[in-house]
């Protein structure tokens, strides 16, 4: 490919492709890559590491609809700035480097040797206690490759822990676990019975927790 100019559609509509190793590809003549990996909807890797692209004039739609790219290599001579934006279902939107960096996919360092993947976006979890405490180990936080998460037991004095239910009003069924691929940030609220004092003079329940007036 040394003498090539134009790589316009190169690889436009290879639908089937998963991988592409073009570190090989002398690139220093080209001056058009426009919709070179357009709608190459199923490719997750593609090795860029010999490119020069000092010559591109138009890269337009380069990436567009490389809707599963995970990893892209890149080498000194790709001075192009940008990569597909990663839209998979649990990924943010950018790239990390091989330091764990995060980059816009319009804001790629030009002119250095990396390998970049796609970012998963990570999920608050939150545990609404109605005064309990939790465990110092219950986890915050998960993405879309976290395995299955055992949601932790809290704790409070002269109470029976009756569950974690995904809703403030405890309608539903209990959650135990967060699942594996689960998505978005997951709030849990804790439900109670209380233990019954002897010298109740009044009872009631506000926010999943039952107060007891005593003598």
């Known amino acids: ?3 090539v100019t134009e790589m316009y559609s190169m690889f436009h509509g290879c639908k089937s492709l998963t991988k592409l190793d073009l570190s090989k590809f002398e690139t220093s003549k080209v001056t058009n890559m426009k919709s070179m990996f357009y709608n190459c909807s199923s490719i997750a890797f593609v090795d860029l ?3 020069n692209t000092s010559n591109v004039t138009n890269s337009a739609d380069m990436f567009v609809g490389c809707s599963n790219l995970s990893e892209a290599k890149v080498g000194t001579g790709y001075t192009l700035k940008f990569l597909s934006q990663p839209s998979m279902t649990g990924y943010s939107g ?3 480097n091989s330091s764990g960096t995060s980059y816009a ?5 030009s002119g250095v040797a990396d390998t970049y993947k796609a970012e998963l976006a990570t999920y608050a979890i939150t545990y609404e206690t109605n ?5 110092n180990d219950a986890p915050t936080s998960y993405t879309i490759k976290s395995a299955d998460i055992a949601l932790p037991t809290p704790s409070l004095a002269g109470s029976e822990f009756l ?3 995904e809703s403030a009003d405890f ?8 699942s594996a691929g689960s998505t978005g940030d997951k709030t849990f609220y804790a439900k109670w019975n ?3 004092p002897s010298d109740v003079k009044d009872s009631g329940e506000m926010g999943g927790v039952t107060w007891y007036i005593t003598a």
């Open 94 to 96: 950018n790239w990390t």
């Open 194 to 196: 209380r233990s019954i």
């Open 163 to 165: 569950g974690w239910y």
């Open 171 to 178: 309608s539903g069924d209990p959650v135990t676990t967060i």
């Open 105 to 109: 996919y319009d804001a790629i360092p």
């Open 131 to 135: 005064g309990g405490s939790m465990p």
């Open 49 to 51: 590491s010999g490119f």
């Open 1 to 3: 490919t040394s003498n």
